[in-house]
């Protein structure tokens, strides 16, 4: 099951990839991956990675490949195991062992799913028939939510003027293409060649559901997704918190965006007498509702339809399967081949029973140890963030005091929730992976609804500790490193300190600096929304960040497509800054003592190249056209030497000169926090 709601306001998530899990040198290096051809003044990224670039392969059911999809592949069998093993053990029902292991077989039961057809998914298509009235139509897209990818997505989070408290919010959505260009940049031939896959992939669920003339049905829905796609916001404006955030009352709702029905709507996904709401995009929400209200009931009933028969295509006969992984998998990421089938429902036990599965997942591959070591390096970078704060050039005391304010109150949650969530109210059936994976979003809606206007629990997760990431929350002031990133080669118990440092030292510093960027720093220390900065201040901030949105869209990372600066400017001042404070926290490490040279090269030279690496990644022309579009991150190689460009350190460490790839003048070396 698809989760089609992704409300990406709050967690500002790290895509990182990594050093290859080849066996380390004394340092913790690949050198093997290396490239001793060439030099790092000229291209850091190759320097450190060229030998594996141009040896390995991307498996068939993959994307892109690096450590970053290594370690989750890790990770995956990790939890295949951990499921495998609570299903030889007779449970008893309603167990959540129970639950994990029958979740886990239905999903595999492949010849039974073929079997079954569409029968399992015959009550949602009956319902979506019966509609006969505008009113219904609302209803329907409220029961549900968080199953079906309708227009108008809802989500539960922190308001953010008052971030103590839950608050209902809307998102935009009802596009089955990842990004709006994707419908109206009509003279890209690359995304032309992608909407013409997803016409096909409609007209073939079409088809396979038996609804006639499949072709015209295609057509229709994609028009009404083409004028969803005309208003929806675009990346950048998603990105400002302060366009962001619109209170209103439904009533006020009702009367901005006229044509749908709002309160049945929000009734039927049980928030009934919802006080206030935030509407992050309010223009969109009046053109949708304006669509909702006047498009043919029909057309609106076919493309509600198409939309549920691919959230739960995963679970439907082997030609809904085929189709899914035809336009979702080949056609957007240039994949060759499915993932398999177990990891396929590792991902879907992941979404549905994770924290179950997460807690016995931090017994056997997280110790104790880990998360007091990880602890002391957060303290360490945050140390160091707090000197350089302190001697920031451009920035007054006025506004360093709130910078120092926020940042003595960041909340550090490492490895695994300290309470674990209960999934006793989830109902797994034998043998109905359709019915299970629609109980399950089921139930996460219904966890979600049950926090609207009560306080936050500042103790919850937004990441299960096997997941291979880590986040920043501003509404929470938190950062937050789940278990599964915490380990080589991110993090190496046994490895040089300088390369730990260039790491998950970055990775560190990255989420830390989160709270600094140009979204980030809206947001006060107790995670309000609110403006502390002097407007001098302001104004130089953003005549820096100016140059750094300059510097990134001169980069072409496939040919004619450069970088959306703009869009990707709060993880390129993460990762400019994060660099930073690593390098710092690693000098103040050694105590005034110089590094060691280990396999020939300095401390300094080490952590580089530990960067580097860390930024290990090859990606098909589809993924990376996929991440140039829709994607808030940088491309890993321009990560890499994006931010060491502008490093003091890194020239230092390498003696760069005029004439030199990575050289860059002191005096226009970008430097922000």
Do not use: C
Not at 119 to 137: E, F, M
Not at 321 to 350: C, I, M
Request: charged share 25%; net charge neutral.
């Amino acid at each position: 099951m698809k989760n089609t709601l992704r409300l990406t306001t709050l967690a500002l998530l790290m895509h990182v990839s990594g050093l290859a899990l080849a066996a380390p040198t004394a340092s913790g290096l690949d050198l093997g991956g290396a490239d001793k051809a060439v030099r790092p003044q000229d291209d850091l990224f190759r320097a450190g990675n060229g030998h594996w670039l141009a040896t390995t392969e991307i498996p068939g059911d993959k994307a892109s490949y690096g450590t970053f999809i290594q370690l989750r592949d890790l990770s995956d069998k990790r939890v295949r195991g951990i499921i495998e093993e609570l299903a030889k053990h007779k449970a008893s029902p309603g167990s959540v062992e129970q639950k994990v292991g029958e979740f886990y077989a239905a999903y595999m039961d492949l010849a039974a799913i073929d079997k079954a057809g569409l029968a399992p998914v015959r009550p949602l298509l009956d319902g979506i028939a019966a509609i006969q009235t505008r009113q219904q139509l609302a209803e329907w897209m409220g029961r549900n939510m968080g199953v079906v990818n309708t227009p108008v997505g809802l989500g539960i989070d922190a308001d953010f003027k008052q971030p103590t408290l839950n608050r209902l919010l809307t998102w935009q959505g009802g596009t089955g293409l990842p990004d709006r260009d994707y419908y109206l940049k009509k003279d890209d031939e690359r995304l032309s060649k992608a909407r013409a896959a997803y016409l096909g992939y409609l007209e073939t669920l079409a088809h396979e559901a038996g609804i006639k003339e499949p072709a015209g049905a295609a057509a229709r829905v994609l028009a009404l997704e083409n004028q969803l796609a005309e208003v929806q916001w675009d990346k950048v404006d998603n990105r400002n918190p302060g366009k962001l955030y619109n209170l209103m009352t439904v009533a006020e709702l009702a009367q901005q965006a006229p044509g749908f029905d709002w309160q049945a709507f929000l009734a039927a996904a049980s928030l009934p007498g919802i006080d206030q709401l935030s509407a992050s995009q309010p223009s969109f929400l009046t053109g949708a509702a304006k669509l909702l209200g006047e498009a043919p009931l029909d057309d609106l009933k076919l493309y509600l339809t198409l939309h549920t028969l691919d959230a739960v295509a995963d679970t439907l006969p082997k030609s809904f399967r085929d189709a899914s992984f035809a336009f979702h998998g080949a056609a957007l990421t240039g994949a060759k081949a499915e993932k398999p089938r177990w990891q396929q429902a590792v991902a879907n036990v992941n979404g549905a029973l994770g924290e179950a599965v997460g807690e016995v997942y931090v017994q056997r591959y997280f110790p104790a140890a880990d998360k007091a070591r990880m602890l002391v390096l957060v303290n360490n970078l945050l140390a160091s963030y707090k000197t350089s704060i302190e001697a920031l050039s451009w920035m007054t005391p006025a506004t360093k005091a709130q910078a120092q304010d926020k940042l003595s109150k960041y909340m550090v949650k490492i490895g695994y929730p300290d309470s674990w969530r209960d999934y006793g109210r989830l109902e797994v059936k034998t043998g109905d992976p359709v019915g299970n994976g629609l109980r399950a979003a089921a139930f996460e809606w219904q966890r979600q609804v049950a926090k609207a206007g009560k306080p936050v629990d500042r103790r919850e997760w937004g990441m299960t500790p096997q997941t291979v990431n880590a986040y920043y929350n501003p509404t929470l002031n938190e950062i937050v490193f789940p278990a599964a990133i915490l380990q080589p080669p991110f993090y190496n118990t046994k490895a040089d300190d300088a390369v730990n440092y260039g790491a998950i030292g970055a990775v560190i510093g990255h989420e830390i600096s989160h709270g600094f960027d140009d979204s980030g720093a809206q947001f006060d220390g107790d995670g309000a929304l609110r403006n502390w900065w002097t407007d001098d201040d302001r104004k130089a901030f953003e005549a820096i960040t100016a140059k750094l949105v300059a510097q990134y869209e001169a980069y072409q990372p496939l040919a004619g497509k450069h970088l959306n600066g703009k869009l990707t400017l709060g993880e390129n001042i993460a990762d400019l800054s994060g660099l930073q404070i690593a390098y710092k926290a690693y000098l103040r490490s050694l105590g005034g003592k110089p590094a060691p040279v280990i396999d020939g090269l300095t401390g300094q030279q080490r952590f580089f190249m530990g960067w580097s690496q860390a930024w290990r990644e090859k990606a098909r022309e589809e993924r990376r056209l996929q991440l140039l579009t829709v994607d808030p991150h940088s491309p890993p190689e321009f990560r890499a030497n994006g931010a060491a460009v502008n490093h003091d350190g890194f020239h230092e460490a390498f003696k760069t000169k005029p004439g030199d790839g990575m050289y860059k003048p002191a005096e226009e070396r970008i430097r922000i926090w």
